[in-house]
């Protein structure tokens, strides 16, 4: 039985950024990973940022303004643009807020920038709902929720499926279908669960599950960013 189409790519797969509250050493694990595994395409699999500021939620009446929280967003990905000028990103729920509070206040299409252009990303990053690498979907993860959610989305699709967007799960699960294998891989997160933005989770006994995802030769695996006690990468062994 086939797991998919084989491929000789090597496929990065980033989860949720929420920049800017990115982990402070996020840009150091995915670079050596980087390295290491000389990825051919590179997926952001959505939640580039968080847009805390511009919630429909409750917000931190301490926490930055949406003006302000959108510049240090752009900052926070400035490593992520100079490491992976051509990517392929995932349209996404928190990306979206600013896009949505326009919406709600009536704005037409015409009068608001792209995603690209907010962000001031790379000319080589590109948006989409759902991408297609090698028979692999690509998604956000929307939609699903729980420790099955990979595998959901997958069955949805009829085709292996990555997603981000469910935090406190990571990994890979395989179903058998009558003529292919087909996996769902959820690839967690990268956020700092300390910041202020996720502050409604302080007291959850399950916490965001770090790391990313990479498949060579159509092969998936989840590679985890280990913490000590202080919350910091361990480093590469």
């Known amino acids: 039985m086939r797991l998919t ?12 950024l929420h920049g800017p509250f990115i982990h402070p050493d996020a840009v150091a694990f995915v670079l050596h990973y980087k390295k290491l595994y000389r990825p051919d395409v590179t997926v952001f ?21 949406p003006g302000r929280e959108l510049e240090l967003a752009i900052e926070s990905l400035q490593p992520f643009y100079k490491a992976f000028p051509q990517a392929l990103i995932c ?23 792209s995603v ?3 962000l001031e990303a790379p000319k080589g990053w590109q948006w989409k709902d759902q991408w297609v690498v090698d028979d692999i979907c690509f998604e956000h993860g929307e939609g699903y929720s729980g420790q099955n959610a990979a ?7 009829q085709k292996s499926t990555v997603i981000g967007h469910v935090h406190g799960f990571a990994g890979i699960a395989y179903h058998a279908m009558a ?3 087909i996996f769902g891989m959820n690839c967690g997160t990268l956020v700092d669960h ?11 006994k399950r916490k965001p599950v770090l790391g990313l995802g990479v498949i060579v030769n159509s092969v998936p695996a989840f590679l985890p960013m ?12």
């Open 5 to 16: 189409k084989q491929s000789t790519k090597t496929i990065f797969a980033i989860g949720d």
């Open 45 to 65: 699999l959505g939640d580039e940022i968080d847009g805390h500021a511009v919630s429909h939620w409750v917000r931190d009446p301490d926490g930055h303004g």
């Open 91 to 113: 349209n996404s729920n928190h990306t979206a807020r600013y896009h949505r509070k326009a919406f709600d206040a009536g704005l037409p299409k015409a009068s608001i920038r």
């Open 116 to 118: 690209g252009e907010i």
């Open 151 to 157: 595998v959901k989305s997958a069955d949805g699709n």
């Open 179 to 181: 003529d292919k294998l």
């Open 194 to 204: 300390s910041a202020y933005s996720f502050r409604y989770g302080k007291f959850y």
């Open 226 to 237: 280990i913490l000590d006690k202080k919350d910091r990468w361990v480093g590469p062994k």
